[in-house]
């Protein structure tokens, strides 16, 4: 099991750390630092004139990124943007997509969602003059149980039934790794009248997408994790394309009006069909850069390629841990592959405080994983840039610690 791209990538500790953080912070591509020092040369050399004259203008910067995006997110170009970060994003789709209106309030989250996305919910619901306590319903795993069945989320979907006004819901969960079915939950929503919208920062670059034909209404990412595009990076946002010209209430600003009369400086707001007509802001051309030099190393390789080599990793990786180890580590990740991205997350039996050694232990060696409160040890073997003797590496390393 061979990496794709391992020599694309500049790996941390000069070149010796066994990194499963890709869920986290994805790898530096080689070609980043070249492309962001194209900006700086363009800005130096051209000023204001390089938003129009090169060749990579600034002004329509943002498409050099969006067939990529598309085909990651299976989606139509016209339905995926570029711009602002992830929890941003959230909230400009919920200023269109969250409306409540008579005795459809409710939100359906994840018990355990991301709590930026928790805060982004409960506070659309304050601002909408709601009350989380009545409008907010988080879903937890049956008892016992770490991960969500499916059949759980349909079902509570269809008890709210009419009071529902959006589900929104996890393409992979972060902490998990569980990989969820977006069309079900998308087809569920809509059966009760619902929207139905996805945070994919777990999933995009992880796992296939097919957010055109789930037929979900709504989807936001980042793009620091999987897709490898730097700290604070540019994320993405998803629009399908039956909403691109419905002239839906939005939060706008200039950049979402359509760039054949924006200059006009009108003062009228006509926005551009499509995802395009969220935008706020100029992007970052300085964020969008390493987008660009990361999504190529994508295109390259392929994301049904990626999966495949994605699952025999964590398939090897599991069977190990439970073949050798499980007296002493459970794994919380779903064992079907379908059910789940590159993501395999522990606990060790003996409690917290150990799994809080045993996860810096792995980290002195240069083992780099991440623990989440409160007991989680979660290791991410990317196809992109891990290898077999990083799993090699993390599997000794387990072994000997656990003795
Ligand atoms: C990483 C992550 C975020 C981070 O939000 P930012 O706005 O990019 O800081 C939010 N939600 C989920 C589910 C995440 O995994």
Known sequence: MQAFYREQFVIPGNGDWAYFCGNSLGLMPRSVPHAVQRVTEQWATLAVEAHFTDRDAWMPYHNLVRDQLARLAGAKPIEVVAMNTLTTNLHLMMASF??????????????????????????????????????????APLPGHETIAPEQIAAAIAAIGERLALVLWPGVQYVTGQRFDLAAITHAAHAVGAVAGFDLAHAIGNVPVDLHASDADFAVWCSYKYLNAGPGSIAGCFVHE???????????????????????????????????????????????????????????????????????????????????????????????????????????????????????ALHARGIIGDWREPDVIRVAPAPLYNNQSDIERLLSGLREELQ
């Open 242 to 360: 039956r909403h691109a010209d419905r002239g839906l209430p939005r939060m706008a600003g200039w950049w979402g009006h359509d760039p054949a009369t924006r200059f006009q400086m009108g003062p009228e707001f006509r926005p551009t069909p499509g995802a395009d007509g969220w935008q706020l802001s100029n992007p970052s051309i300085f964020a969008l850069a390493p987008l660009r030099a990361s999504l190529e190393l994508f295109d390259a390789v392929g994301m049904a390629a990626l999966r495949d080599r994605s699952m025999q990793m964590t398939g090897f990786l599991a069977a190990a841990i439970d073949a050798e180890m499980s007296r002493y580590l459970d794994i919380l990740t779903p064992r079907d592959p379908q059910q789940r991205g590159c993501q395999i997350s522990l606990r060790v039996r003996a409690g917290r405080e150990s799994g809080r050694r045993l996860h810096d």
């Open 98 to 139: 969250y409306r409540p209106r008579g005795e459809r309030r409710a939100i359906l989250i994840e018990a355990r969602a991301f709590p930026s996305d928790r805060h982004a919910v409960a506070s659309q619901i304050n601002l909408h003059g709601g009350s989380v306590d009545d409008d907010l319903i988080e879903l």
